[in-house]
Nanobody, 117 residues
Framework: QVQLVESGGGLVQPGGSLLLSCAPSGSIFSINNMRWYRQAPGKERELVAHITSGGTTTYADSVKGRFTISRDNAKSTVYLRMNSLKFEDTAVYYC???????????WGKGTPVTVSS
């Protein structure tokens, strides 16, 4: 069973930056959409950023201008560059990928991001 593995989370001060990465533990063929979600304590999981197979990106209003999603198709990897981090960005960040083949959908176990002074 292929799983997604996130990395790059940690503790950062307000105004700081982090780069999250997400790669599969095995092969996923014909990847379509790649997304980053986050879930803060006591809140529902929310979509943060989305990138299509054609490279079109969309962002939650709360992160526009600060976060950048990108992908490396050769490595089946999706990234989230997070700049100008705020206290309210504290959450567990999850990546999600779907494939053109059989509508398969994959999730990672999450990487925690804590913004604190």
């Amino acid at each position: 069973q292929v799983q997604l593995v996130e990395s790059g989370g940690g503790l950062v001060q307000p105004g700081g930056s982090l780069l999250l990465s997400c790669a599969p533990s095995g092969s996923i063929f014909s990847i379509n959409n790649m997304r980053w979600y986050r879930q803060a304590p006591g809140k529902e999981r929310e979509l943060v950023a989305h990138i299509t197979s054609g490279g079109t990106t969309t962002y939650a209003d709360s992160v526009k201008g600060r976060f950048t999603i990108s992908r490396d198709n050769a490595k089946s990897t999706v990234y989230l560059r997070m700049n100008s981090l705020k206290f309210e960005d504290t959450a567990v960040y999850y990546c999600n990928v779907d494939s053109h083949i059989g509508g398969m959908n994959y999730w990672g176990k999450g990487t925690p991001v804590t913004v604190s002074s």
